[in-house]
């Protein structure tokens, strides 16, 4: 079973920043925490990934909190190609578990 | 990131008849390389690890017999399916370890319909 919960949809305004949360409470101290997000009939696409620490790329920014019990992805510019699945996933080594994800809908 | 290629994209195979898969790991050598399975409207749920070199190592319920795995060099995995079956008709990933650490690269992944 996945260790993650999170939201089943979500809206979003386009322009807007979107802010999809993920629940990990089990999760253990070397456990990563990931996302990834899949568009309709495509492979998963790698976002970001962090251990403890807040992460940001050219993608997202990754919001852990102290306790490491959830996290929060944040696009700060939402477009309508970000509408998806995002996936959050926890895992140490390359054991993944995907659980159902939120299904983002960026709204023009 | 990893680029990884999967071919073919789609495929229509009669009920009783094989089809493989191949997945390629275009921009480094991947040692390890991943199978995963999506039916309609659910998520993905990893079918088995494949490693350069040895066997693959297969989730509970996946019969190993069935879903043939060869990952004979670093930069190709293939997925045979044999004697397929309606059932098996399914969205069939496969994915690559990263080089900075655990994260996996997906591929486009191929859809399979067994008529």
């Known amino acids: 079973d996945a260790k993650t919960t999170q939201p089943p949809s979500m809206d979003c305004a386009e322009g807007r920043a979107a802010n999809l949360p993920c629940n990990h409470s089990t999760i253990s101290g070397n456990e990563y925490v990931y996302w990834y997000r899949q568009i309709h009939s495509q492979g998963p696409q790698y976002i970001i990934h962090?251990?403890?620490n807040n992460e940001t790329n050219e993608m997202a920014s990754l919001i852990i909190t102290e306790d490491r019990k959830s996290s929060t992805l944040i696009l700060p510019h939402a477009t309508l190609r970000d509408t998806a699945v995002y996936y959050c996933i926890v895992s140490y080594g390359q054991n993944f578990v995907f659980g159902p994800g939120t299904r983002l809908s960026v709204l023009p | 990131g990893a680029v990884v290629s999967q071919h073919p994209s789609w495929v229509i195979c009669k009920s009783g008849t094989s089809v493989k898969i191949e997945c390629r790991s275009l921009d480094f050598q991947a040692t390890t390389m991943f199978w995963y399975r999506q039916f309609p409207k659910q998520s993905l749920m990893l079918m088995a690890t494949s490693n350069e070199g040895s066997k693959a190592t297969y989730e509970q319920g996946v019969e190993k017999d069935k879903f043939l795995i060869n990952h004979a060099s670093l930069t190709l995995s293939t997925l045979t399916v044999t004697s397929a079956h309606p059932e098996d008709s399914s969205f069939y990933i496969c994915?690559?370890?990263?080089?900075?650490?655990?994260?996996?690269?997906f591929g486009p992944g191929t859809r399979l319909t067994v008529t």
């Open positions: 962090g251990l403890k």
């Open positions: 994915s690559v370890g990263g080089t900075e650490g655990y994260e996996q690269y």
